[in-house]
């Protein structure tokens, strides 16, 4: 999945959620303000609590209430912690400003840059696919490739190609002093070669 439609998906169930509970909240507030409850209303009138003496004791005496109820508690903390950890790393930088020479500024979009250096990195010799991301701030992007080489290629070489060529035509044509980059290269699988 890439960042951009997870940062959608973020944003629509917080979005959902937002409004569900903004719904249940309003719906609580009216009827403990006196408006009239709707017939699938699980409570009478504004002096009716959310749950009964009875309610709250029922599974009190049961041996497996307390255990689930603190498993499903520590489940959803860790869900909602891993959550926010993966939301910083999703960060993709939209615009990057690029300075005209007449003193104003123009906006580039981020991802006709990453395209540029996506086809240009998977063109270079011995490159089977690539795949660049751009992070950061809009005047210091922060450039995050993978190059996928084919078995018989250098790396070395293949870095070297990729960095004084697509990275440095990209900072040029974007006029950045500087385009710092996090190169990883990895080796593409291939089935081994049978001997007879």
């Known amino acids: ?33 006196g408006a009239p409850p709707p017939s699938w209303w699980i409570h009478g009138g504004p002096h009716d609590v959310l749950l009964t003496r009875a309610e709250r004791t029922h599974y009190r005496g049961a041996r497996w209430w307390w255990p689930a109820l603190i498993a499903a508690l520590a489940v959803i903390v860790v869900l909602a912690l891993w959550w926010l950890t993966r939301l910083p790393r999703r960060h993709r ?6 300075d005209t020479g007449d003193g104003g500024a123009a906006l580039l979009r981020a991802g006709a840059l990453e395209t540029a250096l996506t086809e240009e990195g998977a063109a270079g ?10 992070h ?13 080489l084919t078995p018989d290629t250098d790396p070395s070489t293949a870095l070297s190609e990729f960095t004084a060529g697509p990275l440095a ?6 006029g950045l002093a500087a385009l710092p980059a996090e190169v990883r290269l990895r080796a593409v699988r291939h089935r081994a070669e049978r001997v007879s």
Request: aromatic share 0%; proline share 1%.
């Open 136 to 148: 950061g701030r809009r005047a210091r992007p922060r450039a995050r490739a993978v190059l996928q």
């Open 1 to 33: 999945m890439t960042a951009m439609r997870s940062g959608g998906l973020n944003r629509a169930l917080l979005g959902l959620i937002g409004l569900l509970l903004l719904a249940l909240g309003g719906a609580v507030l009216a009827v403990g303000l």
């Open 93 to 98: 930088l939209g615009e990057l400003r690029v």
């Open 125 to 134: 010799d011995g490159v089977a696919h690539a795949r660049v991301h751009l």
């Open 169 to 174: 035509r990209a900072r040029e044509s974007a």
